[in-house]
Each structure stands twice: as structure tokens, then as C-alpha cells.
């Protein structure tokens, strides 16, 4: 069983910064994969950044590549989703999830464990 606890979301104008955490319990933390997903209203939940339990591998949607950047310690059971330049379209309640394969997964019914989530409002 893995425990994720979000934070770090807020309001932030157009073009500023974020970084997400999500802190995992658990003793196999690097034995998951860790991926992020956001959720507008009314829309689907959406890939956003996976990352391999080694942390050796990333995986980003073409949305965000190149503007966010997912990283891990697993010294810390701590995954993180630094989020640069924002834009208003990455508005949305973003969730951390675990994958016990622990390879890359980048669709939400491959996910074992969710967190709460946390909402990111960017204004423009």
C-alpha cells in the first residue's frame, strides 16, 4: 500500500513557476514508477510527466515538454514536477500516482495509487 500526499499548487500569473511535490509512504518507493496527471473541469484526467523508480527514465506530453521537468528522490519517497513558464491552459487539479511495474505508464488505469491532488490556477 502506498500513501501519496500532493502539494505546492497555488495561484500564479502567466509565465511564472511551480514545483509540485508528492511525498509517498512506504519502503519500495523506488520500486514505482511515479507519474503526474492534471484534471481541468469537465475534461479527463490527462498524462503529464511519468518517471521510471530508478529515476533514469522521464516521459513528458508533448503539452509540456520542454517547460516541465519531473524528478525523484528516493532517499526522500519524494517525487517532484517543477513547472515552468505557465501557461492559463495548465489551470487544472494535478495528481501524483504510483505504478507498481515501476516502468513508464502513461494512461491513469495503469496506476496503482493516487493522491488527493493539487490545484494549479494560472492567470493570464
Known amino acids: 500500500q502506498v500513501h501519496l500526499v500532493e502539494s505546492g499548487g497555488g495561484l500564479v500569473q502567466a509565465g511564472g513557476s511551480l514545483r509540485l511535490s508528492c511525498a509517498a509512504s512506504?519502503?519500495?518507493?523506488?520500486?514505482?514508477?511515479m507519474g503526474w496527471f492534471r484534471q481541468a473541469p469537465g475534461k479527463e484526467r490527462d498524462f503529464v510527466a511519468a518517471?521510471?523508480?530508478?529515476?533514469?527514465?522521464?516521459y513528458y506530453a508533448n503539452s509540456v515538454k520542454g517547460r516541465f521537468t519531473i524528478s525523484r528522490d528516493n532517499a526522500k519517497n519524494t517525487v517532484y514536477l517543477q513547472m515552468n513558464s505557465l501557461k492559463p491552459e495548465d489551470t487544472a487539479v494535478y495528481y501524483c500516482?504510483?505504478?507498481?511495474?515501476?516502468?513508464?505508464?502513461?494512461?491513469?488505469?495503469?496506476?496503482?495509487?493516487w493522491g488527493q491532488g493539487t490545484q494549479v490556477t494560472v492567470s493570464s
Open positions: 518517471i521510471s523508480g530508478s529515476g533514469s527514465s522521464t
Open positions: 512506504g519502503r519500495t518507493f523506488g520500486s514505482y514508477a
Open positions: 500516482a504510483a505504478e507498481s511495474i515501476a516502468f513508464i505508464a502513461t494512461t491513469p488505469d495503469r496506476y496503482d495509487y
